[in-house]
T-cell receptor, first 110, second 114 residues
Framework: DAKTTQPPSMDCAEGRAANLPCNHS???????VYWYRQIHSQGPQYIIH???NNETNEMASLIITEDRKSSTLILPHATLRDTAVYFC???????????FGSGTKLNVKP | NAGVMQNPRHLVRRRGQEARLRCSPM?????VYWYRQLPEEGLKFMVY????????ESGMPKERFSAEFPKEGPSILRIQQVVRGDSAAYFC????????????FGPGTRLTVL
């Protein structure tokens, strides 16, 4: 599993884009990058994942650098309900246990 | 399509009792994973099961903990002779395939050992 590094916390103003960075310099060529979030003490919620191309869905966009050593999760218009801990996970294609680090605590402020 | 179901949502046990946590995966999912989250810590992988098989139990404590996923019915995480250190949130996830497929998590069971 690639080890990931994320800032411990970030603030974002409501309505603005939240850009959450993740470094995964040891990621291998067939290892996906997954993003989850945990709101309060609820179960982790899947957000998005990608291999090397940028991805977008109804929740967020994922930008992966060309060398795949880092990525950024973008919430285009953050709301108060997006306040959560966000986890960036490197996952081998044939490896089934996700490693949840400490994540980034995103505080969306009015 | 109902999500991953876990019950009970809250469980209180006294030291020495047994705890049984149940997980029903999403419809069509045959792969189940259990994670534990101790207070103020991140989620830690415990075990990965397919129907009737334990695939990876590298995160399971060596004693008192067991898991099963029978042909019919939910997956069960069983903790015998609970101790206060077992107090935690236990999350179950499921996926349609293994091989690093996206895992979808349930709401968790919060175990409190008195």
């Amino acid at each position: 599993d690639a080890k990931t590094t994320q800032p411990p916390s970030m603030d974002c103003a409501e309505g603005r884009a939240a850009n959450l960075p993740c470094n995964h310099s040891t990621i291998s060529g067939n290892e996906y990058v997954y993003w989850y979030r945990q709101i309060h003490s609820q179960g982790p919620q899947y957000i998005i994942h990608g291999l090397k191309n940028n991805e977008t869905n109804e929740m967020a966009s994922l930008i992966i650098t060309e060398d795949r050593k880092s990525s950024t999760l973008i919430l285009p218009h953050a709301t108060l309900r997006d306040t959560a801990v966000y986890f960036c996970i490197g996952n081998l294609y044939n490896f089934n246990k996700f490693y949840f680090g400490s994540g980034t605590k995103l505080n969306v402020k009015p | 399509n109902a999500g991953v179901m876990q019950n009970p949502r809250h469980l209180v046990r006294r030291r020495g009792q047994e705890a049984r946590l149940r997980c029903s995966p999403m419809k069509g999912h045959s792969h189940v994973y259990w994670y534990r989250q101790l207070p103020e810590e991140g989620l830690k992988f415990m075990v990965y099961l397919q129907k009737e098989n334990i695939i990876d139990e590298s995160g399971m404590p060596k004693e008192r903990f067991s898991a099963e996923f029978p042909k019919e019915g939910p997956s069960i995480l069983r903790i015998q002779q609970v101790v206060r250190g077992d107090s935690a949130a236990y999350f179950c996830a499921s996926s349609p395939r293994g091989d690093g497929d996206t895992q979808y998590f349930g709401p968790g069971t919060r175990l409190t050992v008195l």
